[in-house]
Structures are given as C-alpha cells and as structure tokens.
C-alpha cells in the first residue's frame, strides 16, 4: 500500500532542545518537501528537495535543517535555534518532470515545544 | 512573486445549504489552481485542480470551481453541503514553469456545516 508516513503523529520537547521529524514515503517519488502549519497562516515551505543529496530552502527554512540521503526518506531537524517551534508539520512527495506533478501529503506531525 | 488569498477564514453553513469558499490569487504569469481539503488532524488531499482547457473544473463529491482570469478567482462552490464537508478548505498556486511543483497557498477556510 502507497503513500507517505510521519511519525510520531505527537510530539513533545522541551525548549531548547533539537528534535527530528520522520518522512517516509514508498510512492518511489523524487521529489520530498515539508511545510509547517500554524492556525490562521496557512502552510509554508520550509524545504524541498528534487534528487537525492540535494535540497532546498523554502519560504521559511531558519531554525530547520534537512538531509536527504535516500529517495524515500527526507528527516527534517527542527534546532533550538527556531525561535517558535510549536506547530503541525506536514510532509509531502511528488514525481519531478512533466507540465504537472501532484504533491501528495503524509498525515502530518504535531510539534510541542514546552 | 504569487500570492493567494482566502478572505473567509470561517464559513458557517446549514447542511444541505449551498456554500461558497472564496479565493483570489495574484501571480505576474500563468498559474495552475488548487482546492485542498484538511480533515481534523490529518493531512491535505487535493479536491480539484485546474490545469488548463475548461475553466469549471468538477470533483467527485460534488465541489466545483471555476477560474476566472479576468478577476484572478478559483471560487469554490457546491449547491448542497453535508456534514461530513466540514473541513478546512486551502486554495494553493502554483508556476507552470517549474512543474507545478512549488505550491503557495492560501490562509484556509474553516467550513462547519451545521444541522
């Protein structure tokens, strides 16, 4: 069965702390992105990547560091450094090349920094 | 630079009622247009796109949209609303160019259908 995994679906650190997002997805997709979610704003980019070993920074990707190191997994760091972590975090895949290439979305994990 | 705007963050509505979520974008070129729906807790899915060709674009559970390029808008509507519609609804852009991969969206729309 087809599709993108986070984990944990909760997460709870304490301030101060690094913490790392699981991405996996088995779509044999080459292109992995996450986006943050905040009530009221929206989702914003916070890194892509289109190839194995190379990725790029998004609308919003101080604070976040990211490797990509095989095509199925795209972990996201989220450093102490990120000013105000708490948030739902959202990870997606798609193909690359063509006129169109839908990103599909994992279920997303919901950070807790206290 | 793109932009969308979703100037409706909340839409009550009675089931079976018509409802219309609005959206307006701003892009200096020629977009792709999306509706994304976000149950509760989960992830997005794509409700409908529009790509090119007609500019009514339909999906399965009965939202349409339309865009309308003179006036920058992909309203999406349906003409009877269930319960189970309530959902947060997200209008997303993106650039032809780069494979419609880089998606900007919209602050959301929290439609609550109610009995």
């Known amino acids: 069965d087809g599709g993108i995994t986070q984990s944990p679906k909760y997460l709870f650190r304490k301030e101060g702390q690094n913490v790392t997002l699981s991405c996996e997805q088995n779509?044999?997709?080459?292109?992995m992105y996450w986006y943050r979610q905040d009530p009221g704003q929206g989702l914003r980019l916070i890194y892509y990547s289109q190839i194995v070993n190379d990725f790029q920074k998004g609308d919003i990707a101080e604070g976040y560091s990211v490797s990509r190191e095989k095509k199925e997994s795209f972990p996201l760091t989220v450093t102490s450094a990120q000013k105000n972590p708490t948030a739902f975090y959202l990870c997606?895949?798609?193909?690359?090349?063509?006129?169109?290439?839908?990103?599909?979305f994992g279920p997303g994990t919901r950070l807790t920094v206290l | 630079a793109q932009s969308v705007t979703q100037l409706d963050s909340q839409v009550p509505v009675f089931e079976e009622a018509p409802v219309e979520l609005r959206c307006n974008y701003s892009?200096?070129?020629?977009?792709?247009l999306f509706w994304y729906v976000q149950y509760p807790n989960q992830g997005l899915q794509l409700l409908l796109k529009?790509?090119?060709?007609?500019?009514l674009v339909e999906s399965i559970n009965g939202f349409e949209a339309e865009f309308n390029k003179s006036q920058t808008s992909f309203h999406l509507r349906k003409p009877s609303v269930h319960i189970s519609d309530t959902a947060e609804y997200f209008c997303a852009v993106s650039d032809p160019t780069g494979g419609g991969n880089k998606l900007t969206f919209g602050t959301g729309t929290q439609l609550k259908v109610e009995l």
């Open positions: 892009s200096s070129v020629s977009v792709y």
């Open positions: 529009y790509l090119s060709g007609s500019t």
């Open positions: 997606a895949s798609s193909t690359t090349g063509g006129s169109y290439n839908e990103q599909f």
């Open positions: 779509l044999n997709h080459d292109a």
